[in-house]
């Protein structure tokens, strides 16, 4: 699988050919610290895993609430979670924002054709 890694987030792409369910599962089980991990899911097997095995779990409306939530127009509330240790940073909370597409991606400007 392929690992992309954010300050706290980490986002593993199974690959071609690959259940992505068995994926999460392994990474749950292997884990050392599963309750600090949080699997976003809506898949209802997957989600069940993930508890049974300690870690929590989410839907992805939830997470996407969540980031809604700390958006820069809630900066107390996204303050006071990150002090708290439960906040995602500010640039990671618009870059999943804008990957969700609930901020529309900057426009780079066109160079000019000779």
């Known amino acids: ?5 954010f300050p706290g987030i ?3 792409y199974s690959g071609t050919g690959v259940a992505a369910d ?3 599962a392994r990474i749950v089980e292997k884990s050392s610290a ?4 949080t699997v ?3 898949d ?3 989600v069940s895993h993930a508890r049974k095995s300690g ?9 996407l609430d969540g980031l809604q939530r700390r958006r820069p127009g809630n900066l107390d509330e996204a303050a006071a979670a990150q002090k708290s240790g439960a906040g995602l940073p500010s640039g990671l909370v618009e870059y999943w924002l804008r990957e969700f597409g609930f901020i529309e991606q ?3 400007p066109r160079g000019k054709k000779s």
């Open 1 to 5: 699988p392929s690992i992309n890694d």
């Open 10 to 12: 980490t986002i593993v």
């Open 22 to 24: 068995l994926v999460i």
């Open 34 to 37: 599963r309750h600090r991990i």
């Open 40 to 42: 976003v899911s809506d």
């Open 44 to 46: 209802r097997a997957v």
């Open 55 to 63: 870690a929590r779990a989410q839907g992805c409306e939830q997470f």
């Open 106 to 108: 900057p426009r780079r």
